[in-house]
């Protein structure tokens, strides 16, 4: 199958590398577009409140995260693109529920593959956003798989 416009979602962890390096050969393959995206999910500006270690409290300005935090993120974002051999049509850090952002995000680029990660550990197990995703993302869906 080929693909036109892939989106790779990143946690800008050393295992980021992996689910990239994947999404690069698809997008080599099938001369598709390549896309970055990082969901800040401690903030949810619909609702009003940030989740942290478990806690959920109210943030002051809802609507809008700490610039200097997202501007720290793009340059985390924009530097793994800049390690790719391979152009990245886009570099997002979105801030808000994973699920929703991906699934906007999705329709608004006209995604159709979205790349994303998984570790086989306790917690991921226990805690896995992969179902959310592949229940609620309408593109197809290439899950790796992160070693410890």
Same mark, same amino acid.
């Given at each position: 199958?080929?693909? +036109?416009?892939?989106?790779? !979602?990143?946690? $800008?962890?050393?295992?980021?590398?992996?689910?990239?390096?994947?999404? *690069?050969?698809? !997008?080599?393959?099938?001369?598709?577009?390549?896309?970055?995206?990082?969901?800040?999910?401690?903030?949810?500006?619909?609702?009003?409140?940030?989740?942290?270690?478990?806690? *959920?409290?109210?943030?002051?300005?809802?609507?809008?995260?700490?610039?200097?935090?997202?501007?720290?993120?793009?340059?985390?974002?924009?530097?793994? !693109?800049?390690?790719?051999?391979?152009?990245?049509?886009?570099?997002? *850090?979105?801030?808000?529920? $994973?699920?929703? +952002?991906? +699934?906007?995000?999705?329709?608004?680029?006209?995604?159709?593959? $979205?790349?994303?990660?998984?570790?086989?550990?306790?917690?991921?197990?226990?805690?896995?956003?992969?179902?959310?995703?592949?229940?609620?993302?309408?593109?197809?869906?290439?899950?790796?798989?992160?070693?410890?």
């Amino acid at each position: 199958m080929s693909y +036109k416009h892939i989106l790779v !979602a990143v946690d $800008l962890s050393k295992s980021s590398n992996v689910v990239i390096n994947k999404a *690069v050969a698809l !997008a080599r393959a099938s001369n598709a577009k390549l896309s970055f995206i990082y969901v800040d999910a401690s903030y949810i500006s619909n609702i009003g409140y940030a989740t942290t270690m478990g806690l *959920v409290k109210p943030v002051i300005n809802q609507a809008i995260a700490d610039e200097k935090e997202i501007e720290e993120l793009q340059k985390e974002l924009q530097a793994l !693109a800049e390690q790719v051999d391979y152009p990245v049509a886009n570099t997002l *850090v979105v801030m808000g529920k $994973l699920t929703d +952002k991906l +699934k906007a995000t999705v329709q608004k680029l006209d995604i159709d593959l $979205l790349v994303c990660g998984h570790h086989h550990d306790f917690w991921s197990r226990l805690l896995s956003s992969i179902p959310k995703i592949v229940n609620s993302t309408e593109t197809d869906i290439l899950i790796v798989y992160l070693d410890k």
